[in-house]
């Protein structure tokens, strides 16, 4: 009877934590799609500050042009050394060039981009945020009249859901060229060959993807940075904005996966892009 | 000029406010008191509308505030400056771009217009040539006074003071107790001081109000407040008061001091 309702209890317990838990993880999610809505609103209320959303736009875009460049260009040197390995015994290396160019257009060159922003420029934005927070420079924002949605977070979320896109496009083309160098100078591969086949194989349909891919991976940084810099308590302290920023970085990297599964479901399968 | 109704506040189950009203008349300094954690700060919060209260009114200048839309407070938040407790200057700004901060984003003065009052401003609180420096590189003393030149830059009617001098030098404390002083004196504006630092609150005060378990348990001139026998006010009030009110021939005093 003891062990039975011991049992019982223990279960019960568990259900009130998985209850606490549940309850945490949806007013979490709540809020961070109230500051979302919040931000598609401001959008679109003037004044317009273009001089903060140029600011933001150089410090994301132009700052991690290099790293990103970096990331493409080696990830698609990673791809043309597997693709011609794993080609080859089936006797289809020549469709190396298909391989890359279609992997990096529609999957890896977004997703290695926004991986890469997710650790630079999500992180930081959340750092900036919070640090702002427990230093009370957004109560003293809000004290000054300014919405602090509309000053700091609309041009950091604009400038992600821009830069992301053009930073993709400068990625991609890096991936191609590191396939192809890696091929042609590693492999017997003709240059010429390589270069016809991904003309070939680069289809309006896919860039949209990627692009569109692209935008979503930008918001979706820049909606979880922002979300985890605002959400510090002000009593945080040093302590707060570490896990803050880890918290951000995290799960940026999980929303970015999770989004890419479901683009690629609704695009593929509902929308029959190719 | 601001009156605080029956406001209540709590965080979880924790009262923090319960009840308190406050009367701060147009052209007096209001030294709030209280011990860490009384609600002193949440009170200056919930004036400026940056916390909701649970229940209760605030009213500026003969209107509700504490109901407002956020285009309506912001209006009304732009007769206050705050100086607050770590200054909370925007430090990726220079002096000068944090003084004009408020000018440049609700007015369309010209850049010398706004440099212009920049510098006035920074005149008003004793800061020269600093201009070109970042927050970073200032003193406390002096982000206090950068915060209360910002504070200062749109002509507020009110200013809202958040522990002043707490974490600064007794010297630094008495030079912004006296630019407290010195403002009150120049601008003619409405004061609201929150403070436990006695010294401070006695040099700086034209009224003195004591919130204690979230409400107001004492309320009048410096004078007054020392002639209030109640055991929490006299500990607080005696602890720290400057040498001319512990030496003042006062029965109360006397008794609390125990002579």
Not at chain 1, 39 to 68: A, E, H, M, Y
Not at chain 2, 156 to 184: A, F, K, S, W
Not at chain 2, 195 to 209: G, I, L, P, Q
Request: glycine share 10%; net charge negative; with cysteine.
């Amino acid at each position: 009877m003891d062990q039975q309702s011991t049992i019982h209890e223990s279960s019960g317990g568990f259900y009130h934590l998985i209850k606490i838990w549940l309850h945490h993880v949806l007013s979490e999610v709540g809020r961070a799609f109230t500051l979302f809505f919040q931000t598609l609103v401001q959008i679109f209320r003037p004044p317009f500050q273009f001089d903060l959303l140029v600011k933001q736009l150089l410090l994301i875009g132009f700052n991690s042009l290099t790293v990103v460049i970096v990331s493409g260009f080696f990830t698609g040197m990673v791809l043309g050394v597997q693709g011609y390995i794993q080609l080859k015994p089936f006797a289809v290396e020549g469709s190396v060039a298909r391989f890359v160019c279609v992997s990096v257009v529609k999957e890896l060159g977004p997703m290695i981009t926004a991986f890469v922003l997710a650790g630079r420029i999500g992180a930081s934005i959340t750092a900036e945020l919070s640090t702002m927070k427990v230093t009370e420079q957004i109560d003293a924002l809000e004290v000054m009249g300014t919405n602090p949605v509309k000053y700091l977070v609309v041009p950091r979320f604009l400038a992600c859901s821009l830069m992301l896109p053009t930073l993709t496009i400068f990625s991609t083309f890096a991936g191609i060229a590191g396939g192809f160098i890696a091929v042609v100078t590693l492999f017997d591969v003709n240059g010429s060959f390589f270069l016809l086949e991904v003309q070939k194989n680069i289809f309006v349909g896919g860039v949209l993807i990627s692009l569109i891919k692209a935008t979503s991976f930008g918001m979706a940084i820049a909606a979880v940075g922002c979300y985890k810099g605002f959400s510090i308590s002000s009593a945080g302290g040093a302590e707060g904005v570490g896990i803050a920023t880890t918290g951000s970085a995290v799960i940026s990297l999980i929303a970015i996966l999770v989004l890419d599964f479901v683009l690629n479901h609704v695009l593929f399968n509902i929308l029959g892009l190719i | 000029m601001i009156s605080v109704r029956n406001i209540t506040k709590k965080f979880g189950v924790n009262y923090v406010l319960d009840g308190l009203s406050l009367e701060i008349p147009r052209g007096e300094t209001v030294v709030i008191m209280g011990q860490s954690g009384s609600g002193k700060s949440v009170l200056l919060k919930i004036i400026t509308g940056l916390l909701a209260a649970d229940s209760g009114e605030i009213w500026f200048d003969g209107t509700e505030i504490s109901r407002l839309g956020t285009k309506e407070i912001n209006s009304i938040r732009r007769k206050i400056g705050m100086l607050f407790q770590s200054a909370a200057l925007f430090d990726s700004m220079t002096v000068a771009e944090n003084v004009a901060f408020m000018l440049d984003q609700h007015t369309d003065l010209s850049k010398r217009e706004v440099s212009e009052i920049v510098d006035e401003k920074l005149s008003l609180v004793d800061l020269d040539g600093v201009q070109e420096m970042r927050p970073a590189e200032l003193s406390g003393g002096m982000r206090k006074r950068v915060g209360l030149a910002r504070a200062l830059a749109f002509n507020p009617e009110v200013i809202l003071y958040d522990e002043p001098t707490t974490g600064l030098d007794p010297v630094t404390c008495t030079e912004i107790n006296q630019l407290i002083r010195d403002l009150h004196e120049k601008l003619k504006v409405t004061s609201v001081v929150v403070t436990h630092d006695m010294h401070s609150a006695f040099s700086v005060a034209t009224r003195m109000a004591m919130i204690h378990e979230g409400k107001q348990i004492a309320y009048g001139s410096p004078e007054e407040i020392i002639n209030i026998d109640n055991p929490i006010l006299q500990q607080f009030v005696l602890f720290g008061a400057p040498d001319q009110i512990l030496n003042m021939e006062n029965p109360i005093l006397r008794e609390y001091l125990g002579r």
